[in-house]
Structures are given as C-alpha cells and as structure tokens.
C-alpha cells in the first residue's frame, strides 16, 4: 500500500513540541516517585522513546506487549499480552504509554494487572484519543483526533507503516 494515499494529519515537527510539553508536565508532577515507564509494545514504542528523553527524572524501563487489532482496522476487543506483565514494577509509579485510545480495553487491563504485581500507582499516556473515546480517562494526552483509522509514529496497518515520523489518515476518495 502507498503511503501517498494517507494525507499527514499530525507533522512530525507539531508531534516533538507536544511530546516535549508532555515530558515537562509528567517530569513536575512526578518529581521524588520511583517512576517506571510502561511502553506498550509495540504501538507505544516511539512516544515511549521520545517522551523519556523528555522526562529529566531519574526512571526504569518495563516494556509490555499487548495486540488487540488482528490485521484489521476495526478492535477485536480481546486484548492479548503474550509476554505478561514485566517483572520489577512492585512498589513504583507507572507511567503506561501507549499510541492511541481507542475502546481503552488495553490500558483498562494493563492498568489492573500492574496493580495487580504491585504498582504503587498506574498513570496513563497516550499521543492520541479518538472522537468517540472522549469519555475514557487519560493522565496525559497528545492530541484529540477525528474517528479515523490512522498510521504512523508506532501506528501500524497490520503491522505496517510504524516508522513513518508523521501521522497520517487515510484520504477519503470522493
Ligand atoms: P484500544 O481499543 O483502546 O484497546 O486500543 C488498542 C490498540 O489498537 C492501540 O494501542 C493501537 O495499537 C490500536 N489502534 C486503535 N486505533 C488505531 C488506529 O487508528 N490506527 C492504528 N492502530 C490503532
Ligand atoms: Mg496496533
């Protein structure tokens, strides 16, 4: 598929001012906590990546892996995590990053099962919340986008198109 048919909805230059304010306000709030990032793999890799940078406090890295989406464009609703939850998260303050919020299934459970292992406390962030997911709770947000089915910066289309810098959606042909 080319890439060319899917128009840039957010730049990679508005994302990294974003990204950047995002890791001034999680580096106030967090300030003294035993923090730990939780990048949701593999979606929530590149934010993970740029906003630690961003995040001048002292932190751990525990990655998770966590698919929900099949090879489609629509959620299957089951969330799988075929590597569990990592060991070393009892007793710190998560931070979960993730790509976008869709259903919120994947945090939803991520959130609970962390707990589950001990954090001491989950906190959320993610670079993208859908129209329709409005009403779902987030600590820290990117960006509020329309309804569409979008690629880029960790989005995939079975498993495609995750390192492209921008976001992008699909152009609707009319
Ligand atoms: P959830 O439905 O909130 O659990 O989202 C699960 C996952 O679905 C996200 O972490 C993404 O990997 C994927 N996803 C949801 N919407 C999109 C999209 O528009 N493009 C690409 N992946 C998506
Ligand atoms: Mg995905």
Known sequence: MNPELFEILLDRHTIAVRVAALGVKITRDMQGSDLCIVPVMDGGMILAADLMREITLPLTLHPVKASSYGDGTTSSGNVHLPLGIPEGVSGKECLLVDDILDTGKTLEILRSRLLEAGAKSVRTCILLRK????HLPADYIGF???DKFVIGYGLDLAGSYRSL???RVFKELS
Request: hydrophobic share 30%; glycine share 0%.
């Open 131 to 134: 129209e329709y997911a409005k």
């Open 144 to 146: 509020e986008i329309p």
């Open 165 to 167: 810098p921008d976001i």
